[in-house]
């Protein structure tokens, strides 16, 4: 009988330590939430297009914390420079999640949580990785392949046990960068229109799904077709007005379109008196080859990749020094009216490539394009009149 009651005693101690142990590895498996913060757009251009970041929870410890990739310093050493060369460096930072929340709430810029239900591997390797990085936390900034959001979709997609890979993610999608970027900002905008200016035909090719993860909203989406038993959606903050980029300046197309009529007014002006005003002249080709400058740099001399195939230089030819010389000289040289013939020719490939699909160009540019083939063409007349 005592033996019966021993092995009986024996047996309930063993279902006690075993629920204690379940119990524990339960709770132990439950400690740690990650979740994907996706930040809405703010009324400046930094803050256009959005943010992301990755939230960490200790349920056991009570911290809860957010990992941070957009964190840069205006202050820094050649920050500027580096920015303007295509190596602006970021770093990951860590934040106080309620800090965090509050400031953007104050922002009036919606928050929408991602939880993720993650298996333990697949957590382990995230908080490893995570607070590995924070050991060599900065990088090179780049606005469409290595940003805040596309490292936060990077360890989603690939450091999860494929939990969140389909065949959507390699499909082509049926937009371009350059057409992503209108649609966070008008391209009635002098933001958009910097944008069009100095970044190439290489932003007008389809991109496939997963490139289109460089705005957080597109990752957002991506993650909310995951709703249910893989992933808890949480909206933390939804302000009751949109928050958007707005500029409280004249727009482009009217001061573009200002300049235009100013342009082709002088230039019928100048035909029926006959006289040439070379100062208006002066000030194209500057403008004009000071911007194919720029162009010029970014596509050959800088690490931006965007920055290549950019045809604007068609219109901003950077030669277009050497007139300013050319038309000041007591006898005009013989080769500007060649030079000037070949200025039209460019923009009217310019036209050409647009039409085709080549590169797309900003829209506030066609009454400028406009204007200076008139111009051009009443230099090619009068030029060739002053020298006969």
């Not at 019928?268 to 080859?289: E, P, V, Y």
Request: some cysteine; overall charge positive.
């Amino acid at each position: 009988m005592n033996k019966t009651y021993i092995n009986i005693l024996f047996a309930l101690l063993l279902m006690f330590f075993s629920i204690t142990i379940n119990a524990y590895e339960l709770e132990n498996k439950n400690r740690y939430k990650i979740s994907i913060l996706s930040i809405g757009e703010g009324p400046s251009l930094v803050d256009a297009f959005g943010h992301t970041a990755i939230r960490v929870k200790d349920e056991e410890l009570k911290n809860d914390v957010v990992f941070n990739f957009g964190v840069y310093d205006f202050n820094s050493p050649n920050f500027y420079s580096n920015f303007v060369k295509g190596r602006p460096e970021y770093k990951l930072g860590i934040q106080n999640y309620y800090d965090l929340t509050q400031n953007y709430i104050r922002q009036k810029r919606y928050i929408v949580e991602h939880q993720l239900n993650l298996d333990q591997n697949s957590i382990k390797i995230i908080i490893d990785l995570l607070v590995e990085k924070l050991n060599d936390p900065y990088y090179i900034y780049d606005y469409f392949r290595d940003n805040c959001t596309t490292r936060a979709a990077d360890i989603v997609i690939d450091k999860t046990n494929n939990k969140f890979k389909n065949e959507k993610l390699y499909s082509e999608d049926t937009l371009s960068y350059r057409e992503l970027i209108h649609g966070k900002i008008n391209e009635n905008s002098w933001a958009a229109l910097g944008i069009d200016l100095c970044l190439g035909a290489i932003i007008d090719k389809k991109i496939k799904t997963r490139e289109t993860f460089f705005l957080p909203e597109n990752l957002m989406n991506y993650l909310d077709l995951y709703k249910g038993d893989i992933i808890k959606r949480n909206i933390i903050y939804s302000p009751e007005s949109d928050n958007s980029y707005f500029e409280n300046v004249p727009s482009p197309l009217l001061i573009n379109l200002i300049l235009s009529l100013i342009i082709v007014v002088i230039t019928i002006s100048n035909f029926k008196s006959n006289k040439w005003n070379k100062s208006l002249d002066t000030l194209i080709f500057l403008i004009s080859a000071s911007i194919g400058i720029l162009i010029i740099y970014l596509w050959f001399f800088s690490n931006h990749f965007a920055g290549a195939q950019n045809f604007n230089f068609l219109w901003a030819f950077p030669f277009n020094f050497a007139l300013i010389l050319a038309i000041y000289k007591n006898k005009i040289p013989y080769w500007s009216i060649g030079y000037i013939k070949l200025l039209i020719i460019l923009i009217i490939l310019l036209f050409l490539h647009w039409f085709t699909g080549v590169q797309k160009y900003n829209l506030t540019l066609l009454p400028i394009f406009v204007a200076l083939l008139i111009r051009y063409s009443f230099l090619v007349y009068q030029i060739n009149k002053t020298i006969q």
